[in-house]
């Protein structure tokens, strides 16, 4: 049985209910063939303030409810992710480009994200505070009211369900506007999910659509809450426009994440690590491998092992062969990518495998010899780039790593874990991995860049959500009107 009904996002967007957008719609296309798979309503920014004025009247009522039926609304959504994983694998493969097993991990965690979410209900919600005029004194946290999320195209489900499960297990009404280039599997999966668990009208909806959408979500005056995932540049103008109106952005942004590997790591573990830090969905990731900084001792031998394993992985469609890599999610992204290597090579940088593309398959790429100011390493890619800088002390290698804007992901690789810990927490970094590649994501963890890859606004796990979606409000209650001289 499908969840997903194709014919209804023809022309329209979800507001609770199904209805005409007034934007032109948008097409939907496979990326790895150019297939048109069909079209999607587009928002316009009149779309949404009239869905952030339909989420303002609703989430009160939904607020309201009890805590048990939020939390079962929520387990029932994780259920119907788990029941239809096959069905939301398959548009994340076709529509977002990528390979089943990436696609496979987006549906788990979709699942689990609203699981743990389902517990936030529950959650003690105040804390009992000491009054010594004998009143009662107590603080809690209520909704921040209409949370706006904005979410892009490259791990379209997690990135939209992240926000989304949390914001509504607490109270909120939340208004998604998707990346129309992953409109199903970023958006109007969500719909439909959470419209079959029971989520109320208004209290959820999908409106994909341009740069004009999103900066109408923001500016909204019944939007409180914001939840970007995307640029730092973009992120950057999201995070002004919300100040201008004081409500809250939760951003996250860009990275150019360090994997350091000290002059003891195990060469073809190290390898194998970077590859799939650098490799995994196209390198179309925030947390990706951007920078290796590896000692000189062992320096030929990584590059060796890691092009080697470059020349090696399959490059192709992911719906119609077991591959490692799928395509590029359009011709700007692969054009930016291509650039970077080439200006870089032109700037003194070895290439050791890669630098070319079919259509939008570009092959894995390993640039050797590269330095601080080369392009590739100096600027976040977003591609399947390896860019190799040789060190050769472990002082140098910090200061390399440190000096970036991003502060995202890091990872530290040594047969002495210690020693790397110590490396690591030299570099300032929202998340560090030991002996570990720099990509990693569960529902129940913190999750958060520092300097220019966000403004430490934290998903995951309890304490980070209720942050992020809830307001603190102070209450006191007495027997009679308190007495005062005037």
């Known amino acids: 049985m499908t969840i997903l009904d194709t014919e209804r996002w023809a022309e329209q967007v979800f507001t609770g209910r199904w209805q005409p957008a007034s934007g032109t719609p948008a097409e939907v296309v496979e990326p790895a063939t150019g297939k048109l798979l069909g079209h999607v309503g587009r928002a316009t920014p009149a779309d949404v303030d009239q869905a952030c004025a339909k989420a303002a009247a609703a989430q009160r009522l939904w607020e309201d409810t009890p805590f048990d039926e939020r939390a079962a609304v929520l387990r029932r959504a994780g259920q119907l992710f788990t029941d239809h994983a096959e069905e939301v694998v398959g548009w994340l493969v076709r529509e977002a ?4 097993p990436k696609a496979e991990i987006e549906a788990r965690t979709a699942a689990d994200e609203c699981f743990e979410a389902s517990g936030l209900p529950s959650h003690p919600a105040g804390s009992l505070l000491p009054a010594a005029d004998g009143r009662l004194s107590f603080s809690r946290r209520v909704a921040a009211g209409v949370v706006g999320v904005i979410a892009p195209f490259n791990f379209p489900l997690i990135l939209s369900i992240r926000a989304v499960a949390p914001a509504l297990a607490l109270g909120n009404s939340v208004v998604l506007k998707p990346d129309t280039r992953t409109a199903v599997c970023g958006g109007l999966v969500l719909a439909a999910i959470f419209e079959a668990a029971g989520v109320p009208e208004g209290v959820f909806q999908v409106l994909p659509g341009e740069a004009d959408a999103g900066a109408a979500l923001v500016a909204n005056e019944h939007t409180r809450v914001i939840a970007f995932t995307g640029s730092t540049a973009a992120g950057r103008k999201v995070g002004e426009a919300a100040a201008a109106h004081l409500k809250r952005a939760h951003l996250e942004l860009g990275g150019n994440n360090a994997i350091v590997v000290l002059p003891d790591a195990d060469i073809d573990a190290a390898a194998s690590a970077g590859a799939w830090g650098s490799f995994l969905h196209q390198g179309q ?16 031998d990584y590059v060796a092992a890691l092009a080697e394993k470059a020349r090696n992985l399959p490059v192709g469609d992911p719906n119609t062969a077991d591959v490692a890599l799928g395509p590029i999610i359009d011709a700007k992204q692969r054009d930016g990518i291509h650039r970077l290597v080439t200006e870089s090579v032109a700037a003194g940088a070895e290439l050791v495998a890669g630098g070319e593309y079919d259509g939008l398959f570009y092959r894995p790429t390993v640039l050797d010899r590269v330095r601080p100011d080369t392009p590739a390493f100096r600027q976040e890619i977003f591609g399947p780039v390896a860019p190799v800088l040789r060190f050769s002390a472990v002082e ?3 200061a390399i790593a440190r000096d970036t804007e991003y502060g995202l992901s890091l990872s530290v690789l040594s047969a002495d874990a210690m020693q790397a810990w110590e490396v690591a927490k030299q570099i300032p970094s929202g998340l560090v991995h030991v002996n570990d ?3 990693g994501d569960h529902a129940h963890i913190p999750f958060g860049g520092v300097k220019a890859s966000g403004n430490g606004g934290r998903v995951g796990g309890a304490e980070a959500n209720l942050e992020a979606f ?17």
């Open 97 to 100: 480009g990528s390979i089943r």
């Open 285 to 300: 990731i925030c947390m990706a491998a951007g920078r290796h900084l590896v000692h000189e001792s062992i320096a030929d």
């Open 396 to 398: 140098e290698a910090v």
């Open 437 to 439: 590649q720099t990509v």
């Open 470 to 486: 809830t307001e603190t409000q102070w209450v006191t209650i007495q027997g009679p009107i308190q007495q005062y001289p005037f």
